[in-house]
T-cell receptor
């Protein structure tokens, strides 16, 4: 699986959009970008994943650059409950193999 | 959909005793489940891969005789920490693979060994 690079931490005001970047310059053509988040003392929560087209669901939007070397997870209206560590993971799909978690981005949403 | 539960959510035990943690996929069947461990302020570390009907595959450095894994059905995997010691105190999290692709995680079990 390709390596990813994320900022260690970010802040966001409540109600504003949170844009979390992820670099994956070595991504292969058959690798997807997955996003998970982990709220303190809880198990990770699946958010979204995509291959090359932008994706949107009830939780977030995923914007993948045309060259697929980076992506951005967008939480359109961040709330205090979105405070968590966000993980960007690149892997082939379908895939029943393990997930490898990096250090992620600690997003702090403030009032 | 795609809900994974764990039981118990927390457990405190004495050193030397064994503790069993259950992981269930509530609304889907999962031939593959994973067990992770997370220490404070650290990321998740995979312990083992659990495949229904076969022996678990353990990551390097994880003692298979200490962390017993049983995946007897398509909706249940169990992790038993045998002869637990204080250094085994951690947050244990399972995940289940849905539709051969996306992993969904349980809420975690916090184990404290006195």
């Amino acid at each position: 699986d390709a390596k990813t690079t994320q900022p260690t931490s970010m802040d966001c005001a409540e109600g504003r959009a949170a844009n979390l970047p992820c670099n994956h310059s070595t991504i292969s053509g058959n690798e997807y970008v997955y996003w998970y988040r982990q709220i303190h003392s809880q198990g990770p929560q699946y958010i979204i994943h995509g291959l090359k087209n932008n994706e949107t669901n009830e939780m977030a939007s995923l914007i993948i650059t045309e060259d697929r070397k980076s992506s951005t997870l967008i939480l359109p209206h961040a709330t205090l409950r979105d405070t968590a560590v966000y993980y960007c993971i690149v892997r082939v799909s379908p895939n029943t193999d393990k997930l490898i978690f990096g250090t992620g981005t600690r997003l702090q949403v403030f009032p | 959909g795609a809900v994974v539960s764990q039981h118990p959510s927390w457990v405190i035990c004495k050193s030397g005793t064994s503790v069993k943690i259950e992981c269930r996929s509530l609304d889907f069947q999962a031939t593959t489940m994973f067990w992770y461990r997370q220490f404070p302020k650290q990321s998740l570390m995979l312990m083992a891969t659990s495949n229904e009907g076969s022996k678990a595959t353990y990551e390097q450095g994880v003692e298979k005789d200490k962390f017993l894994i049983n995946h007897a059905s398509l909706t249940l995997s169990t992790l038993t920490v045998t002869s637990a010691h204080p250094e085994d105190s951690s947050f244990y999290i399972c995940s289940a693979v849905h539709s051969g692709d996306t992993q969904y995680f349980g809420p975690g079990t916090r184990l404290t060994v006195l």
